[in-house]
């Protein structure tokens, strides 16, 4: 397989706090239009990966090749002009805005707030708004206030202000954190909608749910990947089984 069949692929990065290998000599394939789930204990390097894809930390050495390009250099901001989209943990959405709004600000002519203010909603954004909306699940709550809306749909919402970017990768770190279980099958079902036609990455604890929602599972430890594969190869690995039992 040669590498622009990949979204992203990771080769040999390793990353360096103070001697601690955080990240050490990994390698990571991810297709396109691919859901992969990232599990493993606390201090794994998870969050610290995702950190490195996005460009909020950087390499101390390897490489980042987004579809094919290589992006270790790069800022963070023009990784997201090129199509990688991160959500954290907390949601950061504007809660004195409409829905309407939240995603109106996040397209990508009107990315900064004072860009917003001057910015004309032409049909095109519209037409985006209203089909991100549908996909989130928000389409009846574009006029509503977000503060008041439910945690999980906050949550979608700050999907939806990164779908308007149209990202080619999303990731997402624990989405479903505080959720109820309805909200958890919708975000399920949200999550196999949206990597139609995008790769999306999803850090999880929850193991019912990386069952229900991952096309392949990586399973990283101390820096390193130790298994990887489908969920139920994953969770029949001795290796894996002894990291998790073993904590």
Same mark, same amino acid.
């Given at each position: ?67 094919? +390009? ?21 949601? !950061? ?10 995603? +109106? ?6 990315? !900064? ?20 909306? +549908? ?32 990202? +080619? ?79």
């Amino acid at each position: 397989m040669s590498n622009t069949d990949f979204a992203l692929s990771v080769e040999d990065l390793t990353v360096s706090f103070d001697g601690f290998k955080a990240i050490d000599d990994l390698t990571l394939y991810v297709d396109k239009n691919e859901l992969r789930v990232i599990i493993g204990p606390n201090g794994a390097g998870k969050t610290t990966l995702l950190d490195l894809i996005c460009g909020k930390t950087r390499a101390s050495k390897g490489s980042i090749k987004f579809q094919n +390009e290589e992006i270790i250099g790069l800022a963070e901001h023009k990784r997201v002009r090129k199509g990688i989209g991160r959500k954290f943990q907390t949601p !950061s959405i504007y809660e004195n805005l409409s829905v309407f709004q939240n995603l +109106e600000v996040s397209y990508p002519s009107g990315r !900064s707030v004072f860009g917003a203010l001057a910015f004309k909603c032409t049909e095109e954004v519209k037409t985006t708004v209203q089909s991100v909306a +549908e996909e989130i699940g928000l389409a009846d709550k574009l006029e509503t206030e977000a503060g008041l809306l439910s945690h999980g749909q906050k949550q979608w919402l700050e999907i939806g202000m990164l779908l308007m970017q149209e990202p +080619e990768l999303l990731m997402l770190d624990e989405p479903i954190a505080g959720m109820s279980a309805k909200e958890r099958d919708l975000t399920a079902e949200l999550l196999h909608r949206i990597c139609n036609n995008r790769a999306v990455i999803v850090i999880e604890h929850d193991m019912e749910f990386v069952k229900k929602i991952a096309h392949k599972v990586t399973v990283m430890h101390q820096g390193k990947i130790l298994a990887e594969g489908p969920m139920e190869q994953v969770q029949a690995d001795p290796k894996v089984i002894d990291v998790y039992l073993g904590h």
